[in-house]
């Protein structure tokens, strides 16, 4: 048996006008939670489109748990799970019958009551897919993922729009899917969420992985200095005047500045100064070490939600 889940070679994919996805090679090995990250249009989604057998690849090797999609779609399809950004079922199904229908096109599939426990849909089992809320929507749509006990399951930012508390709840999932042993490939637009969930990362942009390993490796690797932020109530304003009078950069990110500082003792009272007499109406002042959010800013130049 293979220990990669997932090997791919020189993957490529062109639509009119664009090149989605320019010879990426990747490897996923069993047992793993993967994240796969890039800002939009970095090619990510075509990429786990094409891993999932939903588009065809112009060029490029794909092996999926051991087997090349050309010639052994069927078993591999068997033994993945997908669940995509949005899922569309019928208004007055219920989370019941649809575990019941999915699991009929499988020649194994799980027990229904046991997939609703894993997604804490019991007590929502007999209400009709409309009455739902997002959060359980998603939890619906795990479930349906991992109708047919999958050794390889697929989550395509499985928590956008969920509120702290469901988002929690579906990283609770995730961890009991990997203590399972199986793997997991997701993709997310939070960085939180990847440092907590995922063993390793790969940074996509412009079609191309742009590095991979764990979190910490990641941070390790750069050597990125420790972060000053200045904080804002409002959108932050245009940080080129206070740059230039504290000679550094000064990078926008959300609502807020953020500086590298190689000697934060050092050169954090120039900053104070400096915000001070050029009258920043900054609202607070952190200061921290490198998170995976620096690594990407460094590789790519864009936030992730960019």
Not at 91 to 111: C, H, Q, S, V, W
Not at 146 to 154: G, I, S
Not at 266 to 280: C, H, S
Request: contains cysteine; charged residues 25%.
């Amino acid at each position: 048996m293979s220990e990669l889940a997932i090997r791919i070679r020189g993957l490529r994919k062109q639509f009119p006008g664009v090149l989605a996805v320019d010879g990426l090679d990747l490897e996923v090995r069993r047992g793993e939670v993967f994240g796969l990250l890039g800002p939009n249009g970095a090619g990510k989604t075509t990429t786990l489109e094409i891993i999932e057998g939903l588009q065809t690849a112009d060029a490029g090797e794909i092996e999926i748990l051991g087997m090349p999609w050309k010639t052994k779609a069927q078993e591999i399809r068997a033994r993945i799970g997908v669940q995509l950004q949005s899922t569309s079922l019928f208004n007055k199904i219920t989370p019941r019958e649809a575990i019941e229908l999915f699991g009929g096109y499988y020649p194994k599939a799980r027990p229904t009551q046991e997939l609703l426990d894993l997604v804490q849909l019991n007590e929502k089992a007999d209400a009709y897919h409309v009455g739902l809320s997002g959060g359980q929507q998603q939890r619906l749509a795990l479930a349906l993922a991992l109708v047919n006990d999958p050794e390889l399951v697929f989550l395509d930012e499985p928590t956008t729009g969920l509120d702290p508390q469901a988002r929690r709840g579906l990283w609770e999932v995730v961890r009991r899917m990997k203590a399972e042993g199986r793997t997991v490939l997701l993709t997310t637009h939070y960085m939180d969420e990847a440092e907590v969930l995922c063993d390793r990362i790969a940074i996509v942009d412009h079609g191309k992985v742009l590095q991979v390993g764990t979190p910490r490796q990641l941070i390790a690797e750069l050597g990125l200095p420790s972060v000053a932020e200045l904080a804002f109530d409002q959108a932050p304003p245009d940080p080129s005047t206070f740059s230039t009078a504290i000679g550094r950069p000064v990078d926008i990110v959300e609502d807020r500045w953020d500086m590298h500082l190689e000697d934060p003792k050092g050169q954090l009272p120039g900053i104070l100064e400096a915000a001070d007499r050029l009258a920043v109406p900054y609202a607070q002042l952190h200061l921290r070490r490198p998170t995976l959010e620096d690594v990407f800013l460094q590789l790519t130049g864009r936030s992730l939600r960019d």
